[in-house]
């Protein structure tokens, strides 16, 4: 009997322990194709990225929340603009691992820190940093002629 106490208090510290609030960080990149509030007893943000990869659209899609712990009205309002606007956006996250148990903070274990607009038209407006990867300067050859 006192065997299977320790096990079992063993098993409930190994399960405890190899659960992270900071399990990995990361940047996405996409256009935001679904971005809802939701839930019964505790409502969050939830949402959806399509993907991109040097500037096409692909078939992978991530999918997100905003941690219901933080105060994230700016970011939700952002991310809002940029699936009403279809902006290309840069998502920071972190992800957790078994410290979202009940789905309280959200229902994915992905959570978004920032939301940077890349669209360089309304870089202006939102006071994110200017990224020039859409500017085309086209360079003539002179020809021989």
């Not at 940047?27 to 809802?36: C, E, Q």
């Not at 994915?108 to 669209?119: E, G, M």
Request: negative net charge.
């Amino acid at each position: 009997m006192k065997v299977i106490k320790f096990l079992i208090v063993l098993m409930i510290v190994i399960i405890l322990s190899s659960c992270s609030e900071n399990y990995s960080n990361g940047d996405r990149v996409g256009v935001i194709t679904k971005f809802s509030e939701s839930g019964i007893l505790w409502k969050s943000y939830e949402g959806e990225l399509n993907v991109t990869q040097t500037g096409m659209n692909t078939s992978s899609t991530f999918q997100f929340s905003l941690d219901n712990d933080e105060d994230n009205i700016d970011i939700a309002n952002k991310i809002k603009l940029c699936l009403k606007e279809g902006y290309k956006v840069k998502l920071t996250y972190h992800q957790v691992k078994g410290w979202n148990w009940f789905s309280n903070r959200g229902k994915t274990d992905y959570f978004i820190l920032n939301c940077q607009i890349l669209n360089d038209s309304i870089n202006n407006i939102i006071d994110t940093p200017l990224i020039n990867d859409s500017v085309y300067t086209p360079y003539y050859y002179p020809t021989n002629e």
